[in-house]
C-alpha cells in the first residue's frame, strides 16, 4: 500500500511541477505575444504602407533560412537528445556532442549570413520574379507595381541577416536550458528581445530609406540583446559548452541525421509563409502587412497555449519514450493535448466572432494611416486563419511527440504535403474569385492535411496513441459554439456602437465580451464535466479552503 502511495505522490508531485513549468512558459509567451502587438501597431504609425510593407518583407528570407538551419534542429535534436542524455546520467557525453553540434551549426550560419549580406538584391529580385508569375497566373497585375517594396525589403535585410546568428546562439541557449527544465531562465527572453525592438521601431522608424535601415540596425542590436540575456540567466550550463568544430564525429552525425528532416520541416512553414506573402502583393498595398496582423492575432493563443504546453511536454516525453514506459508517455500527450485543446478551441471561435473588432479596437489607432480598408482586409484574413488556432495546436503538439520519439522524417513528410497544395490551392481559390480570404483559407485547409498526416501515423502504434479525446472534443466543442452563438447575437446588436466608440471603448467592449464568452464557455464546461475545468475548480476551492 505504500508504495501506491509513494507513487501517487510522485505523480502528483511531477503533474503539479510540469503545471508550474507550463504556467510559467504561459506567461513569458504572454508578454512576448503582448509585445509583439505592441510592435505591430508602432510599425503602422511610424512607416507608411510602401515602407510598412517592406520592413514585413525584410524578415522573410533571413527567416527561411534561419529556420531552414536552426529551427527545427532545436526541437527535434537538441532539447530531446539532452533530455535522453540527462535522464541516463550522460550529462557529460551529451554536452559534449551538443558542443560539435553548435560549434559546425555556428560556423555553417555565419557563412550564409556574410553571403546574405552580399546577395540580398539577387535574392529578393528573384522574389519579385515570382511575385510578377504569381500575378499573371492570377490575372493580376498588381505584383508589378511593388518593384521599390521588394528593392527596400532587401536593403533592409542586410541588417536582418546578421540578426538570424545571434537568434541562433539565443535558441541553442533555450534548447539546453530546458532539457534541464529550466524553463523560468527560458520563459522571458523573447519578451525582452521584442521590447528591445519595439523601442528601436518607435526611436528609429520613418519613411524614407535611411530611416527603414537605422531601424533594422536596432532590430540587429536587439537580437544581440537577447542572446546576452540568456547567456546571463543560464551560464552555469551553457559555460559547458566547448568551440569543438568536428564534423567528422560519429555522435555529431547520427544527431545531424536525426535533426535534419526536421530542420527542412521548419524550413517548410517559413516557406509557406514566403508563398502566402507573395499572394498578398496581388492585392493593394497594406496586405502584406495585413496578413502578418491577422497572423500575429492567431498566434496569441496559439502561441500562449500550444506552444507552452507543447515546450513543456517535449523533454518529459522524450524521457519517458527513452525508459520505455510507453504507457506513461501516452498519458502525457493525451493530457497535454486536452490541456491545450481546452484553451484554444473557444479561443477560435471568439476570434472568427469578433475578427473586425478585434482588430479595429487593437490596430486602428489612426484612421489615416491604418485605414478602415486595412481593417477589412485584415479581418478578411483573420477569418480564414480563425481554425488555423485549433489545427496547428494538435499539429505542434503532435510534431513535438515525433520529435520525442526520434521519428523526424514524418513531420517532414507532414510538411511536404502542405508545401505542395497550398500554393496550388491559393491560385484555385483567387481565380475562382475568393479575393483575400483565398490566402488563409488555403493556409487552414494545408494545415489541416497536415494535421491528418500526423495524428494517422502516430496513432498507428497502439501503446503511444492518446486516448480519450473523442468525448472531450465534441464537450469542448460544445461549450465553445454556445458561447460564440450568444455573442454574435449580442455583437450584432451593438455593432454600431462599437464601430463609432472611441478607442478605449472599444478595446473595452472587445474585452467585455472575452470576459462574458469565456464565463459561458466555463460554466458549459463545468456543467459537462470536462476534467481540465474541474481541475481548476478543485485547485481554486483548495486555495479557498486553505484561507
Request: charged share 15%.
Amino acid at each position: 500500500m505504500t508504495d501506491v502511495n509513494n507513487k501517487a505522490a510522485k505523480s502528483r508531485k511531477r503533474a503539479n511541477s510540469m503545471a508550474v513549468a507550463t504556467l510559467l512558459m504561459m506567461l513569458g509567451l504572454l508578454f512576448s505575444k503582448a509585445s509583439g502587438f505592441l510592435r505591430d501597431i508602432f510599425i503602422g504609425q511610424k512607416f507608411d504602407e510602401l515602407y510598412r510593407d517592406s520592413f514585413t518583407l525584410a524578415f522573410t528570407i533571413p527567416d527561411l533560412i534561419y529556420n531552414l538551419l536552426i529551427g527545427g534542429s532545436i526541437q527535434s535534436a537538441l532539447t530531446p537528445s539532452l533530455s535522453g542524455w540527462l535522464s541516463n546520467d550522460e550529462e557529460k557525453k551529451g554536452m559534449h556532442i551538443i558542443s560539435i553540434f553548435i560549434t559546425v551549426m555556428s560556423v555553417v550560419m555565419l557563412v550564409v549570413c556574410v553571403l546574405g549580406v552580399l546577395f540580398s538584391e539577387q535574392f529578393f529580385s528573384g522574389y519579385n520574379y515570382i511575385s510578377g508569375l504569381i500575378s499573371k497566373l492570377a490575372g493580376s497585375s498588381t505584383g508589378a507595381k511593388n518593384t521599390e517594396t521588394v528593392y527596400l525589403a532587401s536593403q533592409a535585410s542586410k541588417l536582418l541577416f546578421p540578426q538570424i546568428f545571434f537568434m541562433m546562439l539565443a535558441a541553442f541557449s533555450i534548447g539546453i536550458l530546458n532539457a534541464y527544465k529550466r524553463f523560468s531562465s527560458t520563459a522571458f527572453g523573447p519578451t525582452i528581445y521584442n521590447f528591445c525592438v519595439l523601442i528601436s521601431i518607435i526611436l528609429l522608424a520613418g519613411n524614407s530609406k535611411n530611416k527603414l535601415m537605422i531601424c533594422a540596425a536596432g532590430v540587429m542590436g536587439s537580437a544581440i540583446v537577447y542572446f546576452l540575456y540568456q547567456l546571463f540567466v543560464g551560464f552555469d550550463k551553457l559555460s559547458m559548452i566547448r568551440f569543438q568544430f568536428q564534423p567528422k564525429d560519429s555522435e555529431f552525425k547520427s544527431l545531424l541525421k536525426r535533426a535534419l528532416p526536421i530542420m527542412l520541416s521548419a524550413s517548410i512553414v517559413q516557406i509557406n509563409m514566403v508563398i502566402l506573402n507573395n499572394f498578398a502583393l496581388i492585392f493593394p498595398k497594406g496586405a502584406v502587412f495585413g496578413l502578418r496582423n491577422a497572423s500575429t492575432v492567431w498566434q496569441l493563443p496559439y502561441g500562449i497555449f500550444a506552444v507552452a504546453v507543447g515546450n513543456v511536454m517535449l523533454p518529459s516525453l522524450a524521457a519517458l519514450y527513452e525508459k520505455k514506459k510507453y504507457k506513461e508517455a501516452s498519458e502525457l500527450l493525451s493530457s497535454r493535448l486536452r490541456t491545450a485543446l481546452f484553451m484554444t478551441i473557444p479561443s477560435a471561435v471568439f476570434v472568427y466572432v469578433m475578427s473586425d473588432d478585434i482588430i479595429r479596437a487593437i490596430y486602428q489607432w489612426n484612421p489615416d494611416s491604418y485605414t478602415n480598408d486595412t481593417v477589412n482586409l485584415t479581418a478578411t484574413f483573420l477569418y480564414g486563419y480563425a481554425i488555423a488556432i485549433v489545427i496547428h495546436t494538435v499539429v505542434f503538439i503532435m510534431n513535438q511527440a515525433f520529435y520525442a520519439i526520434g521519428k523526424t522524417k514524418i513531420p517532414l513528410l507532414a510538411g511536404a504535403i502542405g508545401l505542395i497544395t497550398n500554393p496550388l490551392l491559393c491560385l484555385y481559390f483567387i481565380a475562382g474569385g475568393h479575393g483575400a480570404f483565398s490566402l488563409t483559407l488555403t493556409y487552414s485547409i494545408t494545415s489541416f492535411i497536415q494535421m491528418m498526416v500526423l495524428c494517422i501515423l502516430y496513432c498507428r502504434n497502439e501503446e503511444l496513441r492518446p486516448k480519450g479525446l473523442l468525448p472531450f472534443l465534441f464537450k469542448t466543442c460544445g461549450s465553445a459554439i454556445l458561447g460564440g452563438i450568444v455573442i454574435f447575437i449580442l455583437y450584432d446588436k451593438t455593432y454600431s456602437i462599437i464601430l463609432n466608440s472611441t478607442k478605449m471603448k472599444q478595446l473595452m467592449f472587445v474585452g467585455a465580451y472575452g470576459v462574458l464568452f469565456l464565463g459561458i464557455y466555463f460554466v458549459c464546461s463545468v456543467l459537462l464535466k470536462i476534467e481540465e475545468s474541474k481541475y481548476w475548480v478543485d485547485k481554486v476551492t483548495r486555495k479557498l479552503l486553505k484561507r
